[in-house]
């Protein structure tokens, strides 16, 4: 086996900024940096279906009718709160343990 390890501060940074690059976003920088802190021990693709949970959270305030409907300018922007949502349902795939069992 190969491992491959976490992404450190900086990665989770660059990851989560391309990803979300396309999306409206109202995260002040404090605010940001608490949710690379609190992403601590997810892996790259924990941070992709992540970004993908957050993005989707504004969609569910309308109907699908509405969304059929609705101007992409009109969903409302990410927000902090939407971050910490997300990471209830998203969960790192791999405990500490796990990893530092591939490292030994």
Not at 6 to 33: H, Q
Not at 34 to 56: H, P, Q, R, T
Not at 67 to 85: H, K, Q, S, V
Request: net charge negative; with cysteine.
């Amino acid at each position: 086996r190969i491992y491959v390890g976490l992404p450190d501060g900086e990665a989770r940074t660059a990851i989560i900024e391309s990803l979300l690059a396309d999306e409206k976003c109202e995260l002040d920088e404090e605010e940001f940096k608490a949710i690379i802190e609190k992403l601590d021990g997810y892996s790259s693709s924990d941070l992709s279906y992540f970004c993908k949970e957050v993005a989707m959270i504004p969609l569910s305030d309308y109907t699908i009718q509405e969304l059929e409907t609705i101007d992409p300018d009109e969903i409302r922007p990410l927000n902090y709160g939407d971050f910490i949502a997300a990471m209830k349902k998203v969960r790192p795939s791999y405990s500490k343990e796990v990893c530092q069992d591939f490292i030994e």
